[in-house]
């Protein structure tokens, strides 16, 4: 990935993309699972929290000019640090993608092509995320740009499309099974905020670094809100997704969606725009996970990791033997990594080095 500047939008529709994904699978409804009719509540406390840690890692980094967490990595602890951090990130973002991959490919095959091989479709996507990567990384920005908006769009209109079919009274109890619930042990939701992992890594390719709390702060507040909405429609149409197993819940939402004789079976638009936000995703994750690997490595080009980290992808998405499988990690092992690696791990290292900093300074002042 070169280091092509990217403008402000393109950095918030950037943090965006790995909600939105997660969203269009399961996320709702393990939101639902989790505090049931106080879901809105605990997403609007999470919420208040996930500005909080956003505005922390950007302050945080803000001491280290233009560098990303593999450079303050190597600040911290030498190229062993840096190569351990980076290893992690690399990790996380292909085992995430690749998993999130299965499970929408299988939504897909449930939905759409019962008798075709999951093979087959989710070479689909890596062919399409293949060729995606050759391009330049702006152009992956760019149509980004495009698509991101169209899924928020498509996520307001299924809210506002649908609200005939809501029944209030399912937000009650408002506070569900309790306060200790609702914001203890419902802290884990925060999990649901897996984009700002992305903040970690825009500083060097910012064209205005200086706005970087402006695009923390308000990619948050847009997930927040796109969360909330989400969440609202489930749980004001459908009262058994708190305890069932329905796969791609928004999915159903928009099969209620009619506008006369003429607008009739509208989801398979919303569909194909959520394709297109997962081909999105998985080029911008492995563009960084390749941009990460091309920094321990230190190798000239790309290119020949276009078609290995495609690969990686590819076998990974199959490594779970069925969707049972694939679903238990995305649904008890995925919120784990987001809230160990993004907002514990990456936070820490920003602390120490910020730490090391200080003092540093502080010997230097010493006579």
Known sequence: MTKSKIGTMEAIMLVLTIIITH???SLPRELLVSTKSSTIINLIFVSILALFFSYLIVRLMKNFGGCDIIDISEYLGGKVLKTIIGTIFIFYF??????????????????????????????????????????????????????????????????FANMN????????????????????????????????????????????????????????????????????????????????????????????????????????IFLLIWILAYACYLSITSKFSMSIFKKLTHIET??????????????????PKNYAISDKFETEVYPYLVLGITFFLGITILILANLLKRKQKTNKTLP
Request: aromatic fraction near 16%.
């Open 165 to 268: 079919q809501f029944v209030p009274e399912r937000a009650f109890p408002i506070l569900g099974d309790g306060l200790i619930q609702t914001f203890v042990l419902g802290l884990g939701n925060l999990a649901a905020f897996g984009g700002i992992s992305f903040l970690y890594f825009l500083p060097p390719y910012l064209k205005e670094p200086e706005k970087m709390k402006k695009i923390a702060l308000v990619s948050i507040g847009i997930s927040a809100i796109y969360l909330i909405l989400c969440v609202a429609t489930l749980l004001f149409m459908f009262s058994f997704f708190i305890n069932t197993n329905e796969i791609t819940p928004l999915y159903n939402a928009t099969r209620y969606i009619e506008f006369g004789t003429f607008f009739q079976r509208l989801e398979s």
């Open 94 to 159: 292909l085992v995430s993608s690749s998993i999130l991959l299965r499970n929408f490919c299988e939504s897909i095959k449930i939905i759409y092509y019962p008798m075709t091989n999951i093979i087959f479709i989710i070479s689909f996507f890596v062919l399409a995320v293949c060729a995606a990567n050759r391009l330049d990384f702006n152009a992956s920005l760019k149509t980004n740009l495009l698509i991101v908006p169209l899924v928020l769009a498509s996520i307001v209109f299924l809210f």
């Open 23 to 25: 969203t269009i699978s």
């Open 302 to 319: 790309k290119k020949p990791l276009i078609d290995i980290f495609g690969l990686f992808i590819f076998a990974l998405a199959l490594f």
